[in-house]
Each structure stands twice: as structure tokens, then as C-alpha cells.
């Protein structure tokens, strides 16, 4: 019998072991995956300070842009190394001599075109993808032009990862819009032109809005909505003073 009841414990022992060591196993994975949970309640609360102290404080009150600015994760459209300055109240560098814009700047570009759900938007200087994400919560679809290859395949490969499906991102110059997904009841342009290119204005359906900075390269640009009207009349407001990089043309084709 004593030997039955020693070989039993062993048993139970091993079991008990066994068991001990997959708790262990299970506790760790609970650890990463509840570290996991806090860090993105942390940038989570980070995002919502951004939006209530940056944005909402300034003058942009649109609850649909508000919400789009609290859900895209902006700290993954910037180099790791900047993530930890990506809800500061300032642009950044994302490399090839370009910039994301201050959250702010983008809020506010985004409330002037006034996105509804069914809308279909251009943008043009797509840089990290995050202005094209924002966009996309907002409207049905988001076409949009990078000048610089490297950019836009990195931008095109973030969004389709975070899950943005109604974004379609193409490399190349964006003066001339995109006239096979044209007319367009929304256009960001989010690099300064010294003039409005002509093809954005007659790409923009009557009833459409248009932002965009016009100005001398590296200095400070104006900031214009232009809003066509049903009979195709252009009306543009002058909205604020702000620094954008130059809207690049590519060299034309021999
Ligand atoms: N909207 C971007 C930031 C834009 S920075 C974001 O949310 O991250 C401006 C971008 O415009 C740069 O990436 C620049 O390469 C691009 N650009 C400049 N000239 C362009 C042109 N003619 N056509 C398309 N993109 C252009």
C-alpha cells in the first residue's frame, strides 16, 4: 500500500509540477500581454491629451475629426526613435527631408474639407501616411500621391498593416491630381505649391472643398479653402499663416 500511495504522490507531484510550470508559462504571457494593454493605454491617454490640449483647445470642434485624431495611432507613422515625441505639439522628421505635420495643422485641414462618409478624397504629398489615415475614418475612399518612392511604399505598407483597406497609395507627382478617380469632393494638398495647380480645381466636384498652403517655397505660406459651388464658381477663404515643405514637380519626360 505505502508503495501505491508513495507512487501516487510522485504522480501528483509530477502533475502538480507540470502544472506549476504552466501557470508559470501562462503568467508570463499575462504579464507581456498586460504590458502590452498598458502601453497602449498609455499612448491612448497621450493621444486624448494631444487632441483636448492641442487641437480641441485651439479651434477645432468637429466631433468626427476629434475622434479620428484620438483613434490614428500617430506614434507608428514616425521613426522608433521619434515615437516618444510623436503627441508633441510640433511636426517631425520622417526622413528624405520631409515632415509630418503638427497634429494641430492636420486637424485643421482636415475639419476645412468638412470629410462626410460617402465622400471620396485626393491627397496629394502623402509622406507618412498619417493625414491619409485621419482622412480615411472619415470619408469612403482616400487616393493619394507621394513624389517620393521610398515614402510612398512605406506609407502603403503601414496602412495596410494598421488596416487602413480604403486608402490607395501611388508614387509620382501629384500637381496633375489623379484623373482616372477624379471628380473628388475632398482635396488636402499637404505640401506648398506658389500657386494652386490648376488640375486639383477642375478635379474638385462642384460641391467640393480644397485645402491647401499656397506660398513661396520655405517661408511662411497662406493656408486657402476653396470651395467650389454648384455652378463651378471657386471661392476661396484665407484661413492662417503656416510652413509647409515645397510642392515638388517632377522633371518632365523627354
Ligand atoms: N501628409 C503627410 C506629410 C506631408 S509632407 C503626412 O501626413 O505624413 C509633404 C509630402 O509631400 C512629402 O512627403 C513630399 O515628398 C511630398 N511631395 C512634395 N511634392 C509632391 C508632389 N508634387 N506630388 C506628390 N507628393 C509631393
Redesign the pocket.
Known sequence: MRGVVSFTTLMELRVFRGLALLWAAGSAACTQASTVQAEKETVAAERAQMVERQIAARDVRDDRVLAAMRAVPRHL?VAPEQASSAYEDRPLS?G?G????QPYV?ALMTQLVRPSPTDRAL??????????AVLARLVSHVYT????PA?ARE?EARLEKLGYENVTVRA????GGWPEHAPFDVI?V??APDRVPEPLLQQLKPGGRLAVPVGTPFSVQELQLIEKEASGTLRTTRVAPVR???????PPED
Do not use: C, M, N
Not at 520631409?98 to 505635420?101: G, H, L, W, Y
Not at 509620382?172 to 500637381?175: H, L, S, V
Open positions: 507613422f520622417i528624405h520631409q515632415t509630418i505635420s492636420v491627397e496629394v504629398g502623402t509622406g507618412s501616411g498619417y493625414q491619409a500621391i507621394e513624389i517620393v515614402l506609407a509620382g507627382d501629384g500637381y488636402v499637404t505640401a509647409f515643405v515645397p510642392l515638388k514637380r517632377e
